[in-house]
C-alpha cells in the first residue's frame, strides 16, 4: 500500500528542526507513516524505541523492528528517560523518531502503578522541554513522535486504565501544541490536523 505523504521539505537556514506529531489507533499505520514522512528528511538517523520486552510476544515484535531498521538507523531503547535521548540525540542526528509515547507512559505507569500525579506532569514538562530545545538546535531535520489515540473508546471499567486514559489524552494535546505538523492517521491514511 503506497501512503501519501505531506509535500517534500525544502530547508533553509532561518528555518528549525520541525516537530511532527502522528497519533492513531492500535495498527492504524502511524508507525509506517512516521517511517515514510522521515524519508522525506536526509540526514543521520535516529530511532528512540521506548517498548520493553516483557514478555515473548513483544520480544519477538521488538525483534522484527530491530530487524526492519538495521543498518538504517541508530537506535536507542529508552523506556522512562525519552526527554535525555532527545535532548542527546538533536545534537548528532538530523532525523530522529520517538515511537511511541503511549508505550512511554505505560512504562512509567508500570514502574509505579499509581504514581502521583505531579511526577507524570512533571515527566511531561520534561518532554516538552526536550522537544523545544531540540527545535532550537537545529536549522533543519525533523523529530517525529507517534502516540496512540485512546480517548475513541468506552470508558475504561477500572481506575488505572481510566488513569492511563486521561494521562494519554494530556500528553497528546501537550506534544502537538508544540508541534509543527500533527496528524490522525486512520485505516494507513493520515489526516493533518492543522494549517
Not at 11 to 35: D, E, H, P, W, Y
Not at 66 to 81: F, H, Y
Amino acid at each position: 500500500m503506497d501512503i501519501k505523504l505531506p509535500r517534500k521539505r525544502q530547508f533553509n537556514t532561518a528555518q528549525n528542526m520541525r516537530i511532527v506529531f502522528i497519533t492513531g489507533g492500535a495498527k492504524s499505520g502511524k508507525s509506517t507513516f512516521a517511517l515514510k514522512t522521515a524519508d522525506g528528511y536526509s540526514g543521520k538517523r535516529a530511532y528512540i524505541a521506548t517498548a520493553q520486552a516483557l514478555d515473548d510476544e513483544m520480544t519477538k515484535r521488538i525483534e522484527a523492528h530491530r530487524k526492519e531498521r538495521a543498518g538504517k538507523w541508530d537506535t536507542v531503547e529508552e523506556p522512562i528517560n525519552i526527554h535525555q535521548s532527545i535532548a542527546a540525540l538533536a545534537v548528532s542526528h538530523d532525523v530522529i523518531v520517538v515511537d511511541c509515547l503511549t508505550l512511554w507512559l505505560t512504562n512509567m505507569l508500570l514502574k509505579e502503578p499509581e504514581p502521583a500525579e505531579d511526577v507524570i506532569y512533571n515527566a511531561f514538562s520534561k518532554l516538552t522541554d526536550s522537544l523545544t530545545t531540540a527545535k532550537q538546535l537545529k536549522s533543519d531535520g525533523s523529530l517525529i513522535l507517534v502516540s496512540n489515540e485512546v480517548g475513541l473508546s468506552i470508558v475504561p471499567d477500572n481506575r488505572l486504565a481510566r488513569l492511563f486514559r486521561d494521562y494519554a489524552g494530556v500528553l497528546n494535546q501537550q506534544v502537538a501544541a508544540v508541534s509543527d505538523e500533527a496528524y490522525l492517521v486512520v485505516s494507513g491514511l493520515p489526516l493533518r490536523l492543522n494549517p
